[in-house]
């Protein structure tokens, strides 16, 4: 289930409430669309199947006009980034879903880029030293709990 983090942010008083289940069928257009959503879902299940550390899904739509999803998560080895990877390539995959770009491909970062979803696996000295969820403080947490 995906939902947005409604906590009220002072220079975004107008933001975003939405909830998506995984039986519904429509989005909110603002929230992306329902592809991009279950996508979302299918990643962090992926993640969780291989037990990333601090999985955060950031909705960058009200802070990025060619953004539309970040997803972050830790690996605590070269191995773990691996099997991070792998795991949500081969989910996907069954889905018809292909990734347009993989970059990285080292023991610190991976970027798996699928369009409107970036998958940001790091190890915890990365993730750390670039502090995404830093550089996008503005914008919303989407709660994705793993089925």
Do not use: C
């Amino acid at each position: 289930m995906i939902l947005v983090d409604n906590t009220p942010k002072p220079e975004r008083p107008d933001h975003l409430e939405t909830t998506l289940g995984a039986d519904e069928t429509s989005a909110d257009p603002a929230s992306g669309d329902i592809a991009s959503l279950q996508a979302l879902q299918d990643i962090v299940d992926a993640l969780d199947d291989k037990r990333a550390k601090d999985i955060v899904v950031l909705d960058l739509h009200a802070v990025s006009d060619t953004l539309d999803y970040f997803v972050v998560a830790t690996g605590e080895s070269n191995l773990q980034l691996k099997a991070l990877e792998e795991s949500v390539r081969e989910r996907l995959k069954t889905s018809g879903v292909l990734p347009q770009g993989v970059e990285g491909k080292s023991n610190r970062w991976i970027l798996l880029d699928y369009g409107q979803v970036i998958v940001h696996l790091m190890s915890p000295e990365a993730r750390s030293f670039y502090d995404l969820e830093g550089l996008w403080a503005d914008a919303d947490h989407l709660e994705v709990v793993p089925s």
